[in-house]
């Protein structure tokens, strides 16, 4: 962690927040250049088990249902027009946890998952390779890697925590190459929420 990100968690609200304090501090249209900015109105909802049973913060992740579970969720769709990521779309899921301890357990699975998991069974699609990547400077603690099927190209994950609330930010691969997270979409959101 940096200095400027232990500076942040300081800093950070102690109080957790609600679902209306959530939605505002939700990006919206105009708010990145370059990217139309939905609400995704869909709760995650079902499970999936990975097999081996330490891959499954991973997958529980990629459904969108981490453990433990938030009290408040907000989903966006990000979807770029110009630049890099031109045809992508990124999902953003802000999650609100009754307190930091909740919401860093949620980045302690991940990185611990990391740790050991290279691949995995269960879900769908039935077998997903994972690869770590070097995670943004944001927020209070950040992970990012990567999850790749046997037919597809690799997803990018992104997953950031800010005191009480974690933020998932995942991008599809649908031009055939290896996805990547929109740093201008992380970092507004982050600073977003933070302000």
Avoid at 31 to 47: A, C, L, M, N, W
Avoid at 63 to 70: A, H, Q, S, V
Avoid at 82 to 94: D, F, K, M, R, Y
Avoid at 107 to 123: P, V, W
Wanted: hydrophobic share 40%; net charge negative; charged share 20%.
């Amino acid at each position: 962690m940096s200095a400027s990100a232990s500076g942040s968690a300081a800093e950070a609200p102690a109080e957790p927040l609600g679902e209306a304090q959530l939605k505002s501090a939700a990006l919206t249209g105009g708010d990145v250049d370059g990217f139309q900015i939905t609400e995704f109105p869909v709760k995650p909802g079902g499970d999936s088990t990975a097999r081996p049973a330490d891959c499954q913060p991973l997958e529980d992740m990629r459904t969108g249902l981490p453990d433990p579970g938030p009290k408040a969720f907000t989903g966006l769709l990000a979807y770029s027009g110009a630049g890099p990521a031109a045809g992508s779309a990124t999902t953003i899921g802000l999650m609100a946890y009754d307190g930091s301890a909740a919401a860093e357990g949620v980045l302690d699975g991940l990185r611990t998952a990391l740790k050991t998991c290279t691949a995995y069974e269960g879900g769908v699609p039935a077998r997903t390779t994972v690869r770590s990547a070097t995670a943004p400077d944001v927020g209070d603690d950040a992970v990012a890697y990567s999850l790749r099927t046997e037919r597809d190209s690799a997803d990018a994950f992104v997953v950031v925590r800010s005191g009480a609330t974690v933020v998932l930010f995942f991008t599809a691969s649908g031009t055939g190459s290896a996805a990547a997270v929109p740093e201008a979409l992380v970092s507004a959101q982050i600073r977003k929420l933070e302000a």
